[in-house]
């Protein structure tokens, strides 16, 4: 089992920046990618950035260049820093963390960002 409690959301004004914490514990050991998603009001939940135990990261087209995922050697955190951040990044977002034995993965309860001046 793994738990996940993401941190660092608020409220900032367009072309702000805000960085999300994402703690893991539990079984640890056996995370391999770790990743953050968003769910906006109304929308499906979608995938914001990935990044696998090597250190590969994957971003989706609309935050490419403005977001950046991250993950300590301990396997203990994730961020993202979320820069030049839009009125349309308003979202929950969500940190998930999957295992060779949960490929379906671990989510977070999610921290709300919302962007407006």
């Known amino acids: 089992q793994v738990q996940l409690v993401e941190s660092g959301g608020g409220l900032v004004q367009p072309g702000g920046s805000l960085r999300l914490s994402c703690a893991a514990s539990?079984?640890?050991?056996?995370?391999?990618?770790m990743g953050w998603y968003r769910q906006a009001p109304g929308r499906q939940r979608e995938l914001v950035a990935t990044?696998?135990?090597?250190?590969?990261?994957m971003y989706a087209d609309s935050v490419k260049g403005r977001f950046t995922i991250s993950r300590d050697n301990t396997k203990k955190w994730a961020y993202l820093q979320m820069n030049t951040l839009k009125p349309e990044d308003t979202a929950v977002y969500y940190c998930?963390?999957?295992?060779?034995?949960?490929?379906?993965?671990?989510w977070g309860q999610g921290t709300q960002v919302t962007v407006s001046s």
């Open positions: 990044i696998t135990g090597g250190g590969f990261t």
């Open positions: 539990g079984s640890i050991f056996s995370i391999n990618t």
């Open positions: 998930k963390a999957t295992t060779p034995s949960h490929p379906l993965g671990y």
